[in-house]
């Protein structure tokens, strides 16, 4: 019987490169999963504005809920699909119409998170704000705080996130559905972190 070829020292390096690379990764997102936050940390600060990213009707319900508040003066949310208005996106997300509609503002040039952050930071400095309440999923949150961060690294942040109740955060991994959406999660965060690593800041914008 013949022996199976070895292996050449390229392949096994590559073999042991590629298996410290997938069992780094498996141990990040082991500590990013377990470490999401379960609580609003900060639920009395006010801000300037609460700005709402996209994605589901607990998030913009937040949004208004913090707005009736009054822990911002206005609210945004960003990533708003193009042609649709405030009525319309509340009845998708099937919500009441808001009474405060002068201080609801709707961003539609936002594709992805660091779209998010580059409109937002657009929107604050006309409005010439300096400090924002952030709503998103608590799955999200760490990535948008890094992309917002990077966008406004002068403004100050405030983490409101939100839980749905889709992601399980208990036992997460007996969750296959849970367990694809933080694992592309986190491999979005670690992009994202590659990206502030050689561009911390965006580019100032021209006047």
Known sequence: MTAPPKLS??????????????????????????????????????????????????????????????????????????????PELLRQVHLPQSEARCCIVLGHAADDTAGNAAETAAWMEAEHFTSLRLVTASYHMRRAILEFRRAMPHATIIAQPVFPDAVKHEQWWRWPGTVHLLATEYTKYLAAQLRCLFIPTLPERKP
């Open 9 to 86: 020292r390229t392949a096994l390096a590559a073999v042991i490169v590629l298996g410290v690379l997938v069992g780094s990764w498996a141990v990040g997102l082991l500590i990013f999963a377990t470490s999401l936050d379960t609580v609003v940390e900060d639920r009395d600060s006010e801000a300037d504005a609460i700005v709402v990213l996209t994605g589901g009707s607990e998030r913009l319900s937040r949004g208004l809920a913090l707005l009736e508040a009054g822990k911002g003066r206005k609210l945004f949310v960003s990533g708003v699909h193009r042609g649709v208005d405030l």
